[in-house]
């Protein structure tokens, strides 16, 4: 397989996992593309290359940006926007589980410390679940803590000994 044709399998690829990630296809898209980019890419490029608007690839790579997956690159000389994403899937991978944490488990923590604190216990099962799900999203929180604070060996080190 050519690696042009490899490329173009590996975006298709990352986007359609994007959906998994809580990103839609699109920004999977163009964060793919731009991975696999020797040089930064100006937003008439990646419109090119994806076959979509302006408006979508604008409105995406906003997103990307927020995200912390994607940043501005000036080139001097021009006067377009260029755009480039980090190598390092490690990084990458700690930047979406930081995001996710962020945009997914902190608000259900908030909530569920919330209801635990106004609810008035008449019903037992319903404050043992509401303590139960705090208690394992806290958790989870926590490790993805760990994970983001972690250095690629320890973590694969640690990896390694929970699986045997």
């Keep these: 397989m050519k690696s042009s044709e490899a490329k173009k ?3 298709e690829a ?11 296809r ?3 898209s163009i964060h793919a593309l731009l991975m696999s980019s020797p040089e930064p890419l100006s937003t008439e490029e990646i419109m090119e290359a994806l076959k979509i608007s302006r408006g979508n690839a604008n409105m995406n790579i906003r997103a990307l940006i927020d995200w912390g997956l994607v940043r501005k690159r000036h080139i001097a000389g ?6 480039e ?3 390092d899937i490690w990084e990458i991978a700690k930047q979406i589980s930081a995001e996710r944490r962020k945009r997914e488990i902190n608000p259900v923590i908030d ?7 106004e609810e008035d ?17 806290a958790q989870m929180s926590g490790f993805l803590d760990k994970f983001n604070r972690s250095d690629r060996n ?3 080190r640690t990896l390694l000994k929970l699986l045997n």
Excluded: Q, V
Aim: glycine fraction near 10%; hydrophobic fraction near 35%.
């Design 154 to 156: 320890w973590f694969s």
């Design 9 to 11: 399998e590996f975006i």
């Design 78 to 83: 021009e006067r377009k926007e260029y755009f």
């Design 121 to 137: 216990g008449s019903d037992p099962e319903f404050s043992k679940l509401l303590k139960e799900m705090h208690n394992f999203t």
């Design 26 to 28: 699109t920004m999977s």
């Design 111 to 117: 909530l569920l410390a919330r209801l635990e604190k």
């Design 14 to 24: 990352w986007g359609n996992l994007g959906s998994s990630w809580g990103t839609n």
């Design 85 to 87: 994403a980090g190598k």
